[in-house]
């Protein structure tokens, strides 16, 4: 398992596991990049496997995509030490650990002894301490490896880029020597024999990766990737403001409910009961819907900032080559993260609660059957274009039930009334007059005789 931390530098999520929640131990990235412990990877995938009886992968903790075990794995526990090693990542640590003077010799751990490094050799990327120093140089083939002091480290004497040389993934036990622009992958000497003999265009590692900080390609990943996570927040801010104004909805809703109950009689309170029930399913119904796409789109959120972070640090604090290395395993998931957007934000649509009375409230008790209807009004979103303004309009609908039939017109004519208190005013346009009933149309009380139609 990872070891606890109270660091606080700028990079801190990056180097913690998101299972454990501690600093990485053995760090082991997945195809989509999340990284996570070997433990904690291995314990997921064992467990994954027992609990969905699935055997021919397992799903990715962060963002749920499948991982295929692949052929040549037939027990679940082997998975996660096939895994690669995050080499990024395991430098940042190491930097981390030589700035922060806890780096021990890396020699003595593998003896089961703790001794504190005194330098650090970025060929073999191990600290030592004066004993195996020593030793190291000793060895013709390692003699000309040019080692740094960790005390001059620590105090920011010595510059030095921790991660120089990588292991390739292929062949671990080759390092890495060479890149084929024709497929812009590193390779090994095996790589580049077996797999790129063919290929027209191969280089040394060191003049494919000279510049590439400095490059618009790097710069342009960079930015598109900051796009994205400020494209994603407004997303979710969005999807954050639906939820709120559905809450809001609800409660508005339930207090309009309450005010027409107050005005009418026993019988509401039992259609009320069937009413607030059906609001509150639906209620939790779309907010089941909404926080499931906020999820959604949070994992991806979360996906291009941890590759935000990533391409920051290694400009700042990685090698040219490391540089190159991200940028080949970010770059061609951009395109797919693009797609996945566009298919979740094409399906998002507008939700709101709209709340219809049922019929007036006169004789409500007599006729009603229901108290009204909870509907869930959906529209597209654009959110992809920039378009995250939504127009709200608010359409309410209701049954018209006959109360009383008054024949003003004694069957001709035509006419238009309005209530005022507790009186009603009608107008005769063939006779040119206003009359005046009673507020239950049964009597007439009045009329008034006008120059001209009303």
């Not at 195809?31 to 904690?40: A, Q, R, V």
């Not at 640590?93 to 504190?116: G, H, T, V, Y």
């Not at 540089?323 to 709101?352: G, W």
Request: aromatic share 6%; with cysteine; charged share 25%.
């Amino acid at each position: 398992m990872a070891t606890p931390t109270e660091d606080t530098e700028n990079f801190n999520d990056l180097l913690t596991c998101t299972i454990c929640l501690e600093t990485f131990k053995v760090p082991k990235y997945l195809p989509c990049l999340h990284t996570f412990c070997e433990t904690c990877i291995n314990t997921y995938i064992v467990s994954s496997v027992e609990k969905g009886k699935i055997t021919e992968g397992f799903t990715c903790p962060v963002c749920r995509k499948i991982v295929s075990g692949g052929d040549k794995f037939e027990k679940p526990e082997l998975w996660a030490p096939s895994l690669p090693t995050n080499h990024f990542v395991t430098s940042m640590l190491d930097k981390r650990a030589i700035k922060k003077a806890e780096k021990m010799c890396d020699s003595c751990q593998f003896n089961d002894e703790s001794k504190k490094a005194k330098s650090w050799c970025p060929i073999c990327e191990e600290a030592f301490c004066d004993q195996c120093e020593k030793y190291h140089k000793t060895f013709k083939m390692l003699s000309r490896h040019k080692l740094f002091s960790i005390q001059e480290m620590q105090s920011c004497d010595t510059h030095f880029e921790v991660c120089e040389v990588q292991s390739c993934e292929e062949h671990p036990g080759k390092i890495i020597e060479f890149y084929c622009l024709d497929h812009s992958q590193p390779c090994c000497t095996s790589c580049a024999t077996l797999s790129h003999r063919k290929c027209e265009t191969v280089t040394s590692i060191q003049k494919a990766a000279s510049g590439i900080k400095q490059s618009t390609k790097a710069s342009g990943l960079s930015q598109k990737l900051r796009e994205h996570v400020i494209q994603l927040g407004e997303i979710i801010d969005d999807r954050n403001k639906t939820l709120a104004d559905v809450e809001n909805s609800t409660g508005e809703i339930k207090t309009r409910v309450a005010d027409i109950k107050n005005e009418i009689s026993k019988h509401i309170d039992q259609i009320e009961e069937i009413l607030l029930t059906e609001l509150t399913t639906t209620q939790k119904q779309v907010g089941i819907e909404l926080k499931d796409e906020i999820g959604m789109l949070s994992s991806y959120s979360s996906a291009v900032k941890k590759w935000k972070t990533v391409i920051d640090s290694v400009l700042e604090h990685g090698s040219e080559q490391q540089c190159l290395f991200e940028i080949n395993k970010i770059e061609p998931k951009i395109s797919e993260l693009e797609q996945e957007i566009k298919d979740v934000v094409k399906n998002i649509k507008h939700i709101s609660l709209v709340f219809s009375p049922s019929s007036p409230i006169i004789d409500f008790i007599r006729n009603a059957q229901t108290f009204g209807s909870i509907k869930v009004d959906k529209s597209s979103v654009n959110a992809l274009n920039g378009n995250l303004e939504i127009d709200k309009v608010d359409v309410r609908t209701g049954n018209i039930n006959i109360v009383q039939l008054i024949d003003v017109c004694n069957g001709t004519g035509t006419t238009s009334g309005i209530f005022i208190q507790n009186l009603l005013l009608f107008t005769i346009r063939k006779k040119n007059k206003v009359v005046k009933y009673t507020s239950d149309g049964q009597s007439l009380q009045s009329e008034l005789a006008l120059p001209g139609e009303p």
